[in-house]
Every structure is written in C-alpha cells, then in structure tokens.
C-alpha cells in the first residue's frame, strides 16, 4: 500500500511581513484574524479544503509566484472581479473566457479566482 495520500495538504506563499499578509488575504476572503503567527513568520489561514500557509522566512523577491500555483474558488466570475478591483487589488487579467482572472497580492505574487 502506498503510504503518499493524492491529497495536497496545504500551499505556502511567500510573503515580506507576516503581519500585512495576514491582514490583506483575511480581509479579501471575508475571515476574521484569529489565529496567531507561528514561529515568528508563519500563518496559517483558516481555509476549507487545501489550506494555504503565508510565510515570511521564504520570501525572496524572485521566489514570488509568476503564475498561479492554485485559484480560490467563486461562484460569481464578474462578482468576484468587481469585489477585487473595488478592494484595489492589482489586476494582473480581465475575467477570460467568463471563467477566471489573475491578480497580485500586495507582495507580487500572481493567484488566481475561477468560477467552478
């Protein structure tokens, strides 16, 4: 029996200060700051399904994420395109193909929002 599981458990983002990630990303995905930062540079946010780990102690400028390495779920494309131009997040695409954008955290990082 193979002891890997084909599930991913969590994914780690590069970021420069712990503390404004932490901030930004609850603020776009509606979650109140609960937990505490780990270790000084870690935090781990409260997702469902495949979790997703800020970290400091990772970031270098040319480790920041130039393609997507996951997308966050929606069920609204154009609802969800209008909420992150409205926060002032960077636009990196308009909606494609009515399915999906890409935009950048405030540290650079390329993600992605798709409807499912």
Known sequence: MNP????????????????????????ILGLPVTEEVLFGHLYVIPMQGTGIVLDSKIYQPERIYQSPP?????????????????????????VEHNQWFNFRDPDGNVLMICEC
Do not use: L
């Not at 996951?70 to 308009?94: C, L, R, W």
């Open 70 to 94: 996951f997308h966050f779920n929606t069920s609204d494309i154009e609802k969800a395109y209008e909420f992150m131009k409205e926060m002032g997040v960077e636009m990196v695409t308009e």
């Open 4 to 27: 890997i599981i084909n599930q991913i458990g969590t994914v780690f983002v590069p970021v420069r200060n712990i503390e404004k990630a932490r901030d930004w990303y609850c603020d």
